[in-house]
């Protein structure tokens, strides 16, 4: 069973990341993001988990080439 909420922690850790930052980017709460997802994959039939996956991907690799600098001196 420890396996299952460690499992469960970090589905929520790295997983939730994905609304946090859609909903920081709209203004909105994270809680309608999260929601929105969950009605959107059971309405559509998938699509909504398929786009979730879609823009954990973007995310990553946006993070991945745009870094934050501190100053010019920092390449």
């Known amino acids: 069973?420890?396996?299952f909420y460690?499992?469960?922690y970090y589905f929520q850790k790295?997983?939730?990341e994905v609304c946090?930052?859609?909903?920081e980017r709209l203004g909105i709460r994270?809680?309608?993001v999260r929601t929105s997802f969950i009605y959107l994959t059971f309405v559509t039939l998938g699509f909504g988990f398929a786009l979730y996956l879609f823009m954990a991907f973007w995310l990553r690799i946006k993070d991945l080439v745009y870094t934050k600098r501190t100053s010019v001196f920092d390449l």
């Not at 946090?20 to 909903?23: E, L």
């Open 6 to 8: 460690r499992l469960l």
């Open 1 to 3: 069973m420890n396996i």
């Open 30 to 32: 994270t809680r309608v």
């Open 14 to 16: 790295r997983g939730f």
């Open 20 to 23: 946090r930052r859609i909903a």
